[in-house]
């Protein structure tokens, strides 16, 4: 009968125990039920570096003020931010005043062509009055030349006077020659000054015209019109440009990139300043056009650095060149864009955000051990991840929050969220800083 009830006995401490084992196990599984867990994942390992950019256009043509004298007035100016076309109407300068020289211009004109008219028409009547005057002095000198013929049965007197009559006549002849010759030469002389004169007046009139055709401004390349500026006094200081306002000649009115080819100006950090070079693959994201991943290359880099007195620290300026062009870019636009400067074949590696610090060592807390810590050692580090070099296997379960920060939280009565990607929970242990890049060594 005791033995019996001391079996009965044994059998329900083994059931407590059971039920203590069970309820114990059933209490870890609720405790760490609002963890969540990665896996240490095998790969390529890209090392790179995040910049914020802004593209330009690698060229572009400015549209300036024509020459001209004194200040000049817009009246009109295409929308800024529209795309144009090759030869479209961008702009138009107040030609009212350049209207009345043209009139003058033109009045000019027909006066010297009607002087020339009028030259043309009387210049035969000159030429026939002089070579009538020449015939006349032949005919004296024909005339003379026969009564000298006729003097030898003359006395001596007459035959001398006969002699000078002559030689009289060969000097009219000679002069009436000359002077045609002369009459003829001054003629031609005042034609070809007549005819300068209208050259010049046509091009005084032709001046005035391509200077009105100037007054219309039109853009020289396809593509986005962006406003120059101009002084808009001390209440509005440097401003863009608008209709009203007075230019003066070469001052740029709008510019006009090219939007066939891109580019993104960039700042790097002095620290990442050696692991970049130039031709090293970049992923563009642009803020205005989300979804597609544009490519290209480092394009140039500064060999001097740049001081940031905002940002308290030294910057070198690089530029990125686009592979392809979308037809929604635009200059201005910023970017976010991913220089990855090199590559590692089958690493082990997990998220930054895995990895935590306690009591100076780096570790994380695998799901088989919770809540213990497992401390690991740690190689490069990229914006998203790290890789292992001791400490994990391939495929192994590990918390992304910190499984002591349970009780804190359970204390305080607030559930255990995780955070989004790369950040922490307050109550979470600060992840180590990266060590030092094994990567490329200097320029």
């Known amino acids: 009968m005791k033995l019996l ?18 309820l114990a196990s059933g209490m ?45 007035q817009l009246v009109w100016l295409v929308e800024e931010g529209v795309y144009v076309e090759e030869g479209d109407v961008v702009a138009r300068i107040d030609e009212s005043s350049m209207l009345t020289q043209r009139e003058s211009r033109e009045l000019q004109l027909e006066n010297q062509e009607a002087n020339l008219n009028n030259f043309l028409a009387n210049k035969p009547n000159q030429i026939r009055s002089s070579g009538s005057s020449l015939q006349t002095a032949r005919y004296d000198l ?15 007197q007459q035959q001398a006077q006969r002699q000078l009559s002559y030689e009289n006549a060969l000097l009219n002849v000679d002069e009436a020659e000359r002077s045609l010759a002369s009459l003829i030469n001054k003629l031609e002389v005042d034609e070809m000054r007549q005819r300068t004169r209208i050259r010049q007046a046509q091009q005084r009139l032709d001046d005035v015209i391509e200077q009105i055709e100037a007054f219309t401004l039109l853009a020289p390349i396809p593509g986005i019109v962006v406003f120059g500026e101009t002084y808009g006094g001390a209440t509005e200081g440097m401003r863009k440009i608008r ?28 620290g990442d300043y050696r692991k970049v070079e130039v031709g090293d693959p970049v992923e563009i994201r642009l803020d205005a056009i989300p979804g597609p991943v544009f490519t290209g290359k480092i394009d140039a880099i500064a060999a001097l650095a740049s001081f940031d007195e905002m940002a308290n620290r030294s910057y070198f300026n690089a530029v990125v060149r686009l592979d392809s ?36 060592r780096t570790v994380v807390f695998p799901r088989r051990d ?24 391939l495929g192994e379960e590990i918390s992304l929050i910190d499984p002591r920060t349970l009780e804190v939280q359970a204390e305080a009565g607030s559930p255990v969220t995780g955070s989004p990607s790369g950040q922490k929970n307050r109550s979470q242990s600060t992840p180590p800083p990266p060590p030092p890049s094994t990567g490329r060594g200097g320029r």
């Open 5 to 22: 009830a001391r079996n009965r006995m044994v059998q329900a401490g083994v059931v407590l125990v059971v039920l203590l084992v069970i």
């Open 28 to 72: 870890f599984r609720d405790k760490y039920k609002d963890l969540r867990y990665t896996e240490a994942t095998e790969g390529e390992f890209v090392l790179d570096v995040i910049v914020r950019g802004e593209l330009l256009s690698e060229r572009s043509r400015s549209v300036v003020a024509p020459t001209s004298r004194g200040m000049l």
């Open 142 to 156: 024909e005339l003379a030349e026969i009564r000298l013929g006729l003097a030898e049965f003359e006395s001596v």
């Open 243 to 270: 209709a009203g306002d007075n230019i003066h000649r070469g001052m740029t009115i709008i510019t006009i990139p090219d939007l066939s080819e891109m580019l993104s100006k960039v700042n790097i950090i002095e």
């Open 325 to 360: 062009v979308d037809a929604g870019m635009r200059p201005g636009m910023t970017a976010s864009l991913r220089i990855t400067y090199e590559k590692r074949e089958n690493a082990l590696y997990i998220p930054n955000e895995a990895v935590f610090e306690v009591d100076g």
């Open 370 to 393: 919770l809540p213990r810590p497992r401390e690991v050692r740690l190689g490069d580090r990229n914006m998203m991840s790290v890789v292992v070099l001791e400490g994990l296997e």
